[in-house]
């Protein structure tokens, strides 16, 4: 599997640790609690099965690009749910999506949720949280609307655990 990411500026990835580790800090999961060097905030624009990452090297000409973070998003399946914050869907964002899912080829239907019109961009605060989890983590996260840039650009190969950095 790998997945298409862009990054945001310095500020914003340190905000989105902060929130992190109030998780943390509060015993709850947290995405901060994987410890990975690849780990970092990001918005994933597109995951296949199979891309050439030199594919996405001229999409970071695209950046930088406003990155505005609202209120949480929830997706739950089950008894169990992800926790994350809401991006703005701005004009640029959307076209940069678009660019990178047009590269990708078409959504094997398992990641059907990245493709256009189906994509709800966010960057993840935890996953596999219980309900009574994502009350308390709403309860203690402050969640202010954050105003940043989308500087960076990577391809992540889970199968291999490496990174290709386009920006």
Same mark, same amino acid.
């Given at each position: 599997?790998?997945?298409?990411? #862009?990054l =945001? *500026?310095?500020?914003?990835?340190?905000?989105?640790?902060?929130?992190?580790?109030? %998780?943390? *800090?509060?015993? @709850? =999961?947290?995405?901060?609690?994987?410890?990975?060097?690849? !780990?970092? =905030?990001?918005?994933t624009?597109?995951?296949?099965?199979? /891309?050439? $990452?030199?594919?996405?090297?001229?999409?970071?000409?695209?950046? $930088?690009?406003p @990155?505005?973070?609202?209120?949480?998003?929830?997706?739950?399946?089950? *008894?169990?749910? /992800? %926790?994350?914050?809401?991006?703005?869907?701005?004009?640029?964002?959307?076209? %940069?999506h678009?660019? #990178?899912?047009?590269?990708?080829?078409?959504?094997? $239907?398992?990641?059907? !949720?990245?493709? $256009? *019109?189906?994509?709800?961009?966010?960057?993840? %605060?935890?996953?596999?949280?219980?309900?009574?989890? /994502?009350?308390q983590?709403?309860?203690?996260?402050?969640? =202010?609307?954050?105003?940043?840039?989308? /500087?960076?650009?990577? #391809?992540?190969?889970a199968?291999?655990?490496?990174?290709?950095? @386009?920006?």
């Open positions: 599997m790998f997945s298409v990411e #862009v =945001p *500026d310095a500020a914003t990835d340190e905000r989105m640790r902060d929130e992190w580790r109030r %998780l943390i *800090d509060a015993g @709850l =999961p947290s995405a901060g609690r994987h410890e990975g060097e690849s !780990n970092r =905030p990001h918005v624009l597109a995951v296949r099965e199979r /891309v050439e $990452p030199e594919t996405f090297a001229p999409l970071a000409a695209m950046l $930088p690009l @990155l505005e973070l609202g209120g949480v998003l929830v997706f739950g399946r089950g *008894d169990r749910f /992800v %926790l994350t914050r809401a991006v703005v869907a701005t004009k640029q964002l959307l076209e %940069l678009r660019a #990178v899912a047009f590269g990708a080829g078409a959504a094997e $239907p398992r990641y059907a !949720n990245t493709a $256009p *019109d189906a994509w709800s961009p966010h960057l993840t %605060l935890a996953r596999r949280l219980h309900a009574e989890q /994502v009350s983590a709403l309860r203690i996260l402050e969640l =202010p609307a954050i105003r940043g840039a989308a /500087v960076g650009l990577r #391809v992540w190969d199968a291999a655990k490496r990174v290709t950095t @386009l920006r």
